[in-house]
């Protein structure tokens, strides 16, 4: 727990070194996330939280947010449902984000999630008993996205996440997250 701190401290000086090539702001909105192989339900949940971006040359800069989320999907078992998870997270994502124009910017990177609470039920017919701690407490997530600039200070975002360092690969998140943006 110790290094996830050091990395909270490390991230907040760096900040405060760089601060006059930086921006920070909020940003909310939807997020759909379903299990692996199971593309054909999302469940809709929502996001909110705070970012920085740090400009390391022209067109390239370091961003990293500081998000609560709350997720959810159903794994379906023929007409009914095989389990159904829901969880609560403070999700960290850094990437590295190219503007090409300034109204667009692509960008890629990791994110590592704290999961704050959980909640897990299943169909009684079903013996899954054995997955109650299925839910990872710190999963380790890929992600892509696209982020468009129409106004000075609100921007609007899309990305796709992915996570890569799980328990049990049937009870993972993967899904589309979106951003309404407003930067100072």
């Known amino acids: 727990m110790k290094k996830y701190y050091l990395l909270i401290l490390f991230l907040f000086v760096t900040s405060l070194s760089i601060a006059q090539n930086s921006t920070f702001g909020f940003k909310l909105g939807p997020n759909y996330f379903y299990s692996n192989y199971e593309l054909d339900d999302p469940i809709g949940k929502y996001q909110f939280g705070a970012f920085s971006n740090f400009k390391v040359y022209k067109f390239i800069s370091i961003q990293t947010e500081f998000l609560f989320a709350k997720k959810a999907f159903e794994r379906p078992y023929r007409d009914s449902w095989e389990v159904k998870a829901k969880g609560s997270y403070l ?3 850094i990437f590295i984000q190219l503007q090409p124009i ?3 910017a692509i960008y890629s990177g990791g994110q590592i999630g704290f999961r704050l609470n959980h909640k897990l039920e299943y169909n009684p017919t079903n013996n899954l008993q054995g997955h109650e701690r299925s839910l990872e407490e710190r999963p380790l997530s890929l992600l892509v996205g696209l982020s468009i600039h129409p106004l000075k200070h609100w921007s609007m975002e899309g990305r796709y996440s ?7 690969s049937a009870l993972d998140f993967r899904g589309w997250q979106f951003f309404v943006n407003y930067t100072f």
């Open 162 to 168: 992915i996570e890569v360092a799980r328990s049990n």
């Open 102 to 104: 300034k109204q667009i």
């Open 91 to 93: 999700d960290i994502p």
